[in-house]
């Protein structure tokens, strides 16, 4: 089993600062991963696929990095929309996903 | 405009069993392989199935293998999740989720399970 680890587990930003969240394999995954965001009360939406795919209609603000064990998902400058959960997920071997990072406003 | 619709949630006992239900609307469905995810009051999300487009190839995450099954009917447009045995852990809002290559890209808005005595 693959297991994904999101740090940090809280982020604390305000609006138009860049984020820098973070996801890491317990194995390499390739370029296997995808990031979601969350909001209270909805179901998840896909950002980014194969780790820097924008997933369509998802904001250029929005990008993605990494390969094989470390991966990065990064918002250029907040808006408020953008406070939220954020998961990583792996389609390496079977799929998992991160426990989640919370962006919340500073 | 796409749309997946859950039904089927509830209250059962512990080791009782559960049918979930999602319609398909608004894509060829017989094209896409389907996905269950779960997720717990208050915390992560979890896969629990897969399930290929013609239903030939399924699985499972180690926590519900051997007792629940994905199923589908191309014909109904409708993704199915067969729960036997529901323990107390098993507790969740149950996502239906279509697969686009890479990723998730449509989420039903789900429907509970809640196990309980």
């Known amino acids: 089993e693959i297991v994904l680890t999101q740090s940090p587990a809280t982020l604390s930003l305000s609006p138009g600062e860049r984020a820098t969240l973070s996801c890491r394999a317990s194995q390499s995954v390739s370029s296997y991963l995808a990031w979601y965001q969350q909001k209270p009360g909805q179901a998840p939406r896909l950002l980014i696929y194969?780790?820097?795919n924008r997933a369509t209609g998802i904001p250029a603000r929005f990008s993605g990095s990494g390969s094989g064990t470390d991966f990065t998902l990064t918002i250029s400058s907040l808006e408020p929309e953008d406070f939220a959960v954020y998961y990583c997920?792996?389609?390496?071997?079977?799929?998992?996903f991160g426990q989640g990072t919370k962006l919340e406003i500073k | 405009e796409v749309q997946l619709v859950e039904s089927g949630g509830g209250l059962v006992q512990p080791g009782g069993s559960l049918r979930l239900s999602c319609a398909a609307s608004?894509?060829?469905?017989?094209?896409?392989?389907m996905h269950w995810v779960r997720q717990a009051p208050g915390k992560g999300l979890v896969w629990v199935s897969r399930i290929n487009n013609d239903g030939s190839n399924t699985i499972y995450a180690d926590s519900v293998k051997g007792r629940f099954t994905i199923s589908r009917d191309n014909a109904k447009n409708t993704l199915y999740l067969q729960m036997n045995s529901l323990r107390a852990e098993d507790t969740a809002v149950y996502y239906c989720?279509?697969?686009?290559?890479?990723?998730?890209?449509?989420w039903g808005q789900g429907t509970l399970v809640t196990v309980s005595s």
């Open positions: 608004g894509f060829t469905f017989s094209t896409y392989w």
């Open positions: 989720v279509r697969w686009l290559t890479a990723g998730l890209d449509y």
């Open positions: 194969d780790a820097s």
């Open positions: 997920q792996q389609r390496s071997n079977y799929y998992s």
